[in-house]
């Protein structure tokens, strides 16, 4: 299963990005989409998930600020992030969990879009 990312870029503090991750492959079903992230000299943390049940869990940091959103039958994955911050920056990973089309679990990651939050 293949990720692709996109939607990254530089914006001024207070402004808005979408982020978007497409999947693609044979896949059968996503038990989670969501989106990660790690800044510069900092571990990988999770910015928000989604679960095939609907459930969403976001990080506290970004509570508030920052919606995902999945479309199924595009098998696509969205990240709205209002109200950006300097300390979002970083580079964003698409996450995404399932079976394939062999009933084998995957665990995939996307290459990664940087994010950058500044004036």
Excluded: H
């Excluded at 979408?18 to 989670?32: H, W, Y």
């Excluded at 992030?81 to 979002?88: H, I, K």
């Amino acid at each position: 299963v293949q990720l692709v990312e996109s939607g990254g870029g530089l914006v001024q503090p207070g402004g808005s990005l979408i982020l978007s991750c497409a999947a693609s492959g044979s896949i059968f079903s996503f038990n989670a989409m969501g989106w990660y992230r790690q800044a510069p000299g900092k571990e990988r943390e999770l910015v928000a998930i989604t679960s095939s049940d609907g459930s969403t869990n976001y990080g506290d940091s970004v509570k508030g600020r920052f919606t995902i959103s999945r479309v199924d039958p595009l098998n696509t994955v969205s990240l709205r992030m209002n109200n950006l911050r300097p300390e979002d920056t970083a580079v964003y990973y698409c996450n995404a969990r399932g079976y394939d089309s062999n009933w084998k679990t995957f665990d995939s990651w996307g290459q990664g879009t940087q994010v950058t939050v500044s004036s």
